[in-house]
């Protein structure tokens, strides 16, 4: 049978370390959250946001702020040097509209990780902001979170084939190529086919779903349909890694049968990472410009 990794049990030793960490800070650390949505989840997770921060040590800041002001209210918490980190609760209008939005977020406050600034250096395999390396980049806290359990479940990335189902701006590709930067091969699908990432690109292949799954090491869902046909054990190959960081199951009941460990969920550990995100951005950022 698989072994079942807790996010949640991960995501509380993350939290220890953030939380000695920030308590020997001279200046507290606020968080802005900005709800634009009538969307029930968006508020679920704001609050989850502000139970964590409450949790380590961050002052949260929720703003709740009509859509069509929003913009303004992200340049106004940009300007305020009290302000170390802003996320925005998604979606808003749509993916081009939020895409705009997203970029109007200071990179030195974006604790997403979703402004094209770091998105640059992500897909350039760049880990650091600045030549002498004292300003670490920022990942994109899901794809950081899903890397972060992987380590829990004792797999490393390099040499292993990787399958990742979802090619997102915002989680998929972003994984995807993160995980190529540390020395896998992965395989993604998404509706548009299939692509191949390795550490020096990525490429359009014709390896189907069951040829890909036969093989894999890891195997990676964020499906959000719940007409995605699920992942089986017949598909996949003993002691396989398998992690769901859909809201929805991707994969059928009978997976523990075949995984050597399973993650059935994600969420605890990517707000998690926001908050080591905000940590790292006041590290590289605000300390120095304070000092």
Not at 136 to 156: Q, Y
């Amino acid at each position: 049978m698989a072994k079942i990794i807790d996010p949640s049990e991960v995501a509380r030793k993350f939290r220890s370390e953030l939380r000695a960490q920030i308590a020997e800070l001279s200046q507290p650390l606020t968080l802005v959250g900005f709800l634009s949505t009538d969307s029930a989840p968006s508020r679920t997770y704001a609050e989850y946001t502000r139970d964590a921060c409450t949790d380590v040590g961050i002052r949260f800041d929720l703003r709740e702020v009509d859509r069509f002001q929003l913009e303004d209210a992200i340049e106004v918490a940009n300007a305020d040097p009290a302000v170390h980190g802003i996320m925005a609760y998604y979606p808003i209008f749509g993916v081009e509209r939020d895409r705009y939005l997203k970029d109007l977020v200071d990179p030195g406050k974006d604790v997403e990780g979703l402004t094209t600034h770091w998105a640059h250096k992500l897909y350039r395999n760049e880990r650091f902001a600045d030549a002498e390396k004292t300003k670490r980049a920022i990942l994109p806290c899901t794809p950081l979170a899903i890397l972060k359990l992987l380590t829990a479940a004792d797999c490393d990335p390099a040499g292993k084939k990787v399958v990742v189902f979802n090619r997102s701006e915002v989680v998929g590709r972003p994984l995807a190529r993160m995980l190529a930067n540390d020395g896998a091969e992965v395989v993604s699908f998404d509706v548009d086919g299939a692509l191949r990432f390795d550490a020096a690109r990525e490429v359009e292949t014709t390896t189907t779903r069951g040829e890909a799954l036969a093989t894999a090491d890891v195997v990676i869902t964020g499906v959000p349909s719940r007409n995605f046909p699920l992942v089986s054990a017949r598909e996949l190959r003993a002691g396989v890694v398998c992690v769901n960081f859909s809201t929805l199951k991707n994969f059928a009941d009978d997976i523990g049968e075949v995984a050597g460990v399973f993650v059935p969920r994600v969420g605890p550990m990517t707000v998690t990472m926001a908050l080591r995100n905000v940590l790292r951005l006041f590290e590289g950022y605000h300390r120095r410009a304070a000092s």
